[in-house]
């Protein structure tokens, strides 16, 4: 089996990767809510109730924000992070237009990166097919 071409392609902040994190946010925020609701007496529990949501939701935009970009490098032998970090691709989630992969570096540390095709269109179809091969 012949090895995919070189490509490169975008990293960065996703689309997808918003609307799960406020799906997965609003989810738990309903799910406090109606817990409130039904509870009789209100307490210290009422307030955490209240205020793990606006915890989690704080703490889910503040790590989308500080995502950083860069370009992910496939040079046909092994996969680099902006040329210098190499390391071994995963692929989690494939949904043909977004893919959730996992590169974890020679040093231990794993990044998650949340691929959308609309990131650079002319090179999705190619970096499918290297991630895949």
Do not use: K
Request: with cysteine; charged share 10%; proline share 2%.
């Amino acid at each position: 089996m012949h090895n995919a071409p070189a490509v490169s392609f975008p990293v960065g902040r996703s689309r997808i990767q918003a609307w799960v994190l406020a799906v997965a946010w609003l989810g738990g925020a309903a799910v406090c809510a109606y817990w409130g609701s039904v509870m009789d007496t209100a307490g210290w529990r009422h307030g955490l109730a209240l205020a793990m949501p606006l915890v989690a939701g704080a703490a889910a935009w503040t790590g989308w924000q500080r995502q950083v970009g860069g370009s992910l490098h496939w040079d046909g032998l092994c996969w680099r992070m902006d040329s210098s970090l190499t390391g071994n691709l995963a692929v989690h989630l494939d949904f043909q237009s977004f893919l959730l992969l996992s590169l974890r570096f020679e040093n231990g540390a794993v990044r998650w990166l949340w691929l959308d095709q609309c990131a650079n269109l002319a090179h999705w179809q190619a970096f499918r097919r290297a991630v895949h091969s």
